[in-house]
């Protein structure tokens, strides 16, 4: 069995690759050819501490495996990450365990590759101004991929500290070194959500984190923060004009308050929540029909996305010797 380390993926699997995978993995995914049951998470300290557990098996792409998953608020007192992962990748035919792989710069990479496919599917070409919204370790991904697909020139990164937004300068600075020169943070949500394209929000907030009235004619919005019913990044007004594209239908209406709770006040339609990722990658659904429109991209996140990564990086490890092997006989 192999273990591969933060710096190792991120040489295995650069972002535009992971792009990639991530419109097979969610065609798949729409087409039923997948299994990934919904996760279970279980509250540690409620409201403050989980654990998630999330399998998956993508057979188009020989990825079977297990991604373990903590978000604990109060680490950022500790001087800690608040997320930490692991994701476990068995071989198909046998069963036996092939990787153990960090998940935490998975996880960020692969939440950070859906948003570039969702951006490449769905966003504006000409889209030039992207406001990222949330400066936690989803963040920088976020920004990275959508620049991976789109010329952006501008990136106004958004949080409610400036302690915060320092510590995410420095990340992007050592991990996306290319990103510095057009990056730009402020605690004023609303004059950067005014000025932008593409909207990226990766927070774990309770209550929108931006208002309707800001958000321009022919915007693209990924969402991929908010992951309970009760968390909401989204103003509902929003949500309500947009054409809504979700990574998974059962899985946003299950675990998306961005979702969930305007369905239950009423304000939009069970059928409003229909069109998946996938179905669009594919053709079977239509992305972007006018310059006007305000496109919506919603994700809980999926299991698919960590095993199909993870496989890819075990390939690549096995061909080019990279990785530590374990005996766990």
């Known amino acids: 069995m192999l273990a591969l380390t933060r710096a190792e993926l991120r040489r295995l699997v650069p972002m535009r690759d992971a792009i990639e995978l991530m419109k097979t993995a969610f065609t798949e995914l729409s087409a039923g050819r997948t299994a990934s049951p919904l996760r279970t998470v279980i509250p540690v300290e409620v409201g403050t501490a989980d654990a998630l557990f999330m399998p998956a098996h993508v057979p188009a792409m020989g990825a079977l495996g297990l991604k373990v998953v903590s978000v604990f608020q109060g680490n950022r007192a500790r001087g800690l990450p608040v997320i930490n992962a692991l994701v476990c990748l068995l071989d198909p035919e046998t069963g036996e365990p092939l990787a153990i792989v960090d998940g935490t710069y998975l996880t960020a990479l692969r939440t950070g590759a859906v948003s570039g496919a969702a951006t490449d599917l769905l966003a504006r070409p000409d889209s030039l101004v992207l406001t990222a919204i949330g400066a936690g370790a989803q963040g920088a991904t976020q920004i990275a991929a959508v620049c991976a697909v789109r010329p952006i020139e501008r990136v106004i990164a958004v949080d409610v500290t400036e302690a915060n937004l320092e510590r995410f300068r420095s990340a992007v600075a050592r ?127 999926n299991a698919v996305q960590d095993v199909v990564v993870a496989r890819r990086a075990f390939d690549r490890a096995r061909d080019t010797g990279a990785g530590t092997t374990i005996d766990l006989g």
Request: aromatic share 4%; with cysteine.
């Open 175 to 301: 991990d996306w070194p290319d990103l510095v020169p057009m990056l730009e943070t402020t605690t004023d949500a609303a004059s950067a959500v005014r000025q932008a394209d593409i909207i990226c929000t990766a927070t774990t907030s309770r209550t929108p984190v931006f208002d309707d009235a800001d958000v321009r004619l022919g915007t693209h919005i990924n969402a991929v923060g908010a992951y309970t019913p009760e968390m909401q990044e989204l103003p509902p007004g929003t949500v309500r004009r947009a054409t809504v594209v979700v990574d998974a239908v059962e899985a946003v209406l299950a675990e998306a308050g961005d979702l969930i709770i305007p369905l239950r006040d009423g304000l939009i339609e069970r059928g409003h929540v229909a069109r998946e990722l996938g179905m669009v990658a594919s053709g079977v659904a239509p992305g972007r029909l006018r310059e006007d429109e305000v496109t919506l991209f919603k994700s809980v996140g």
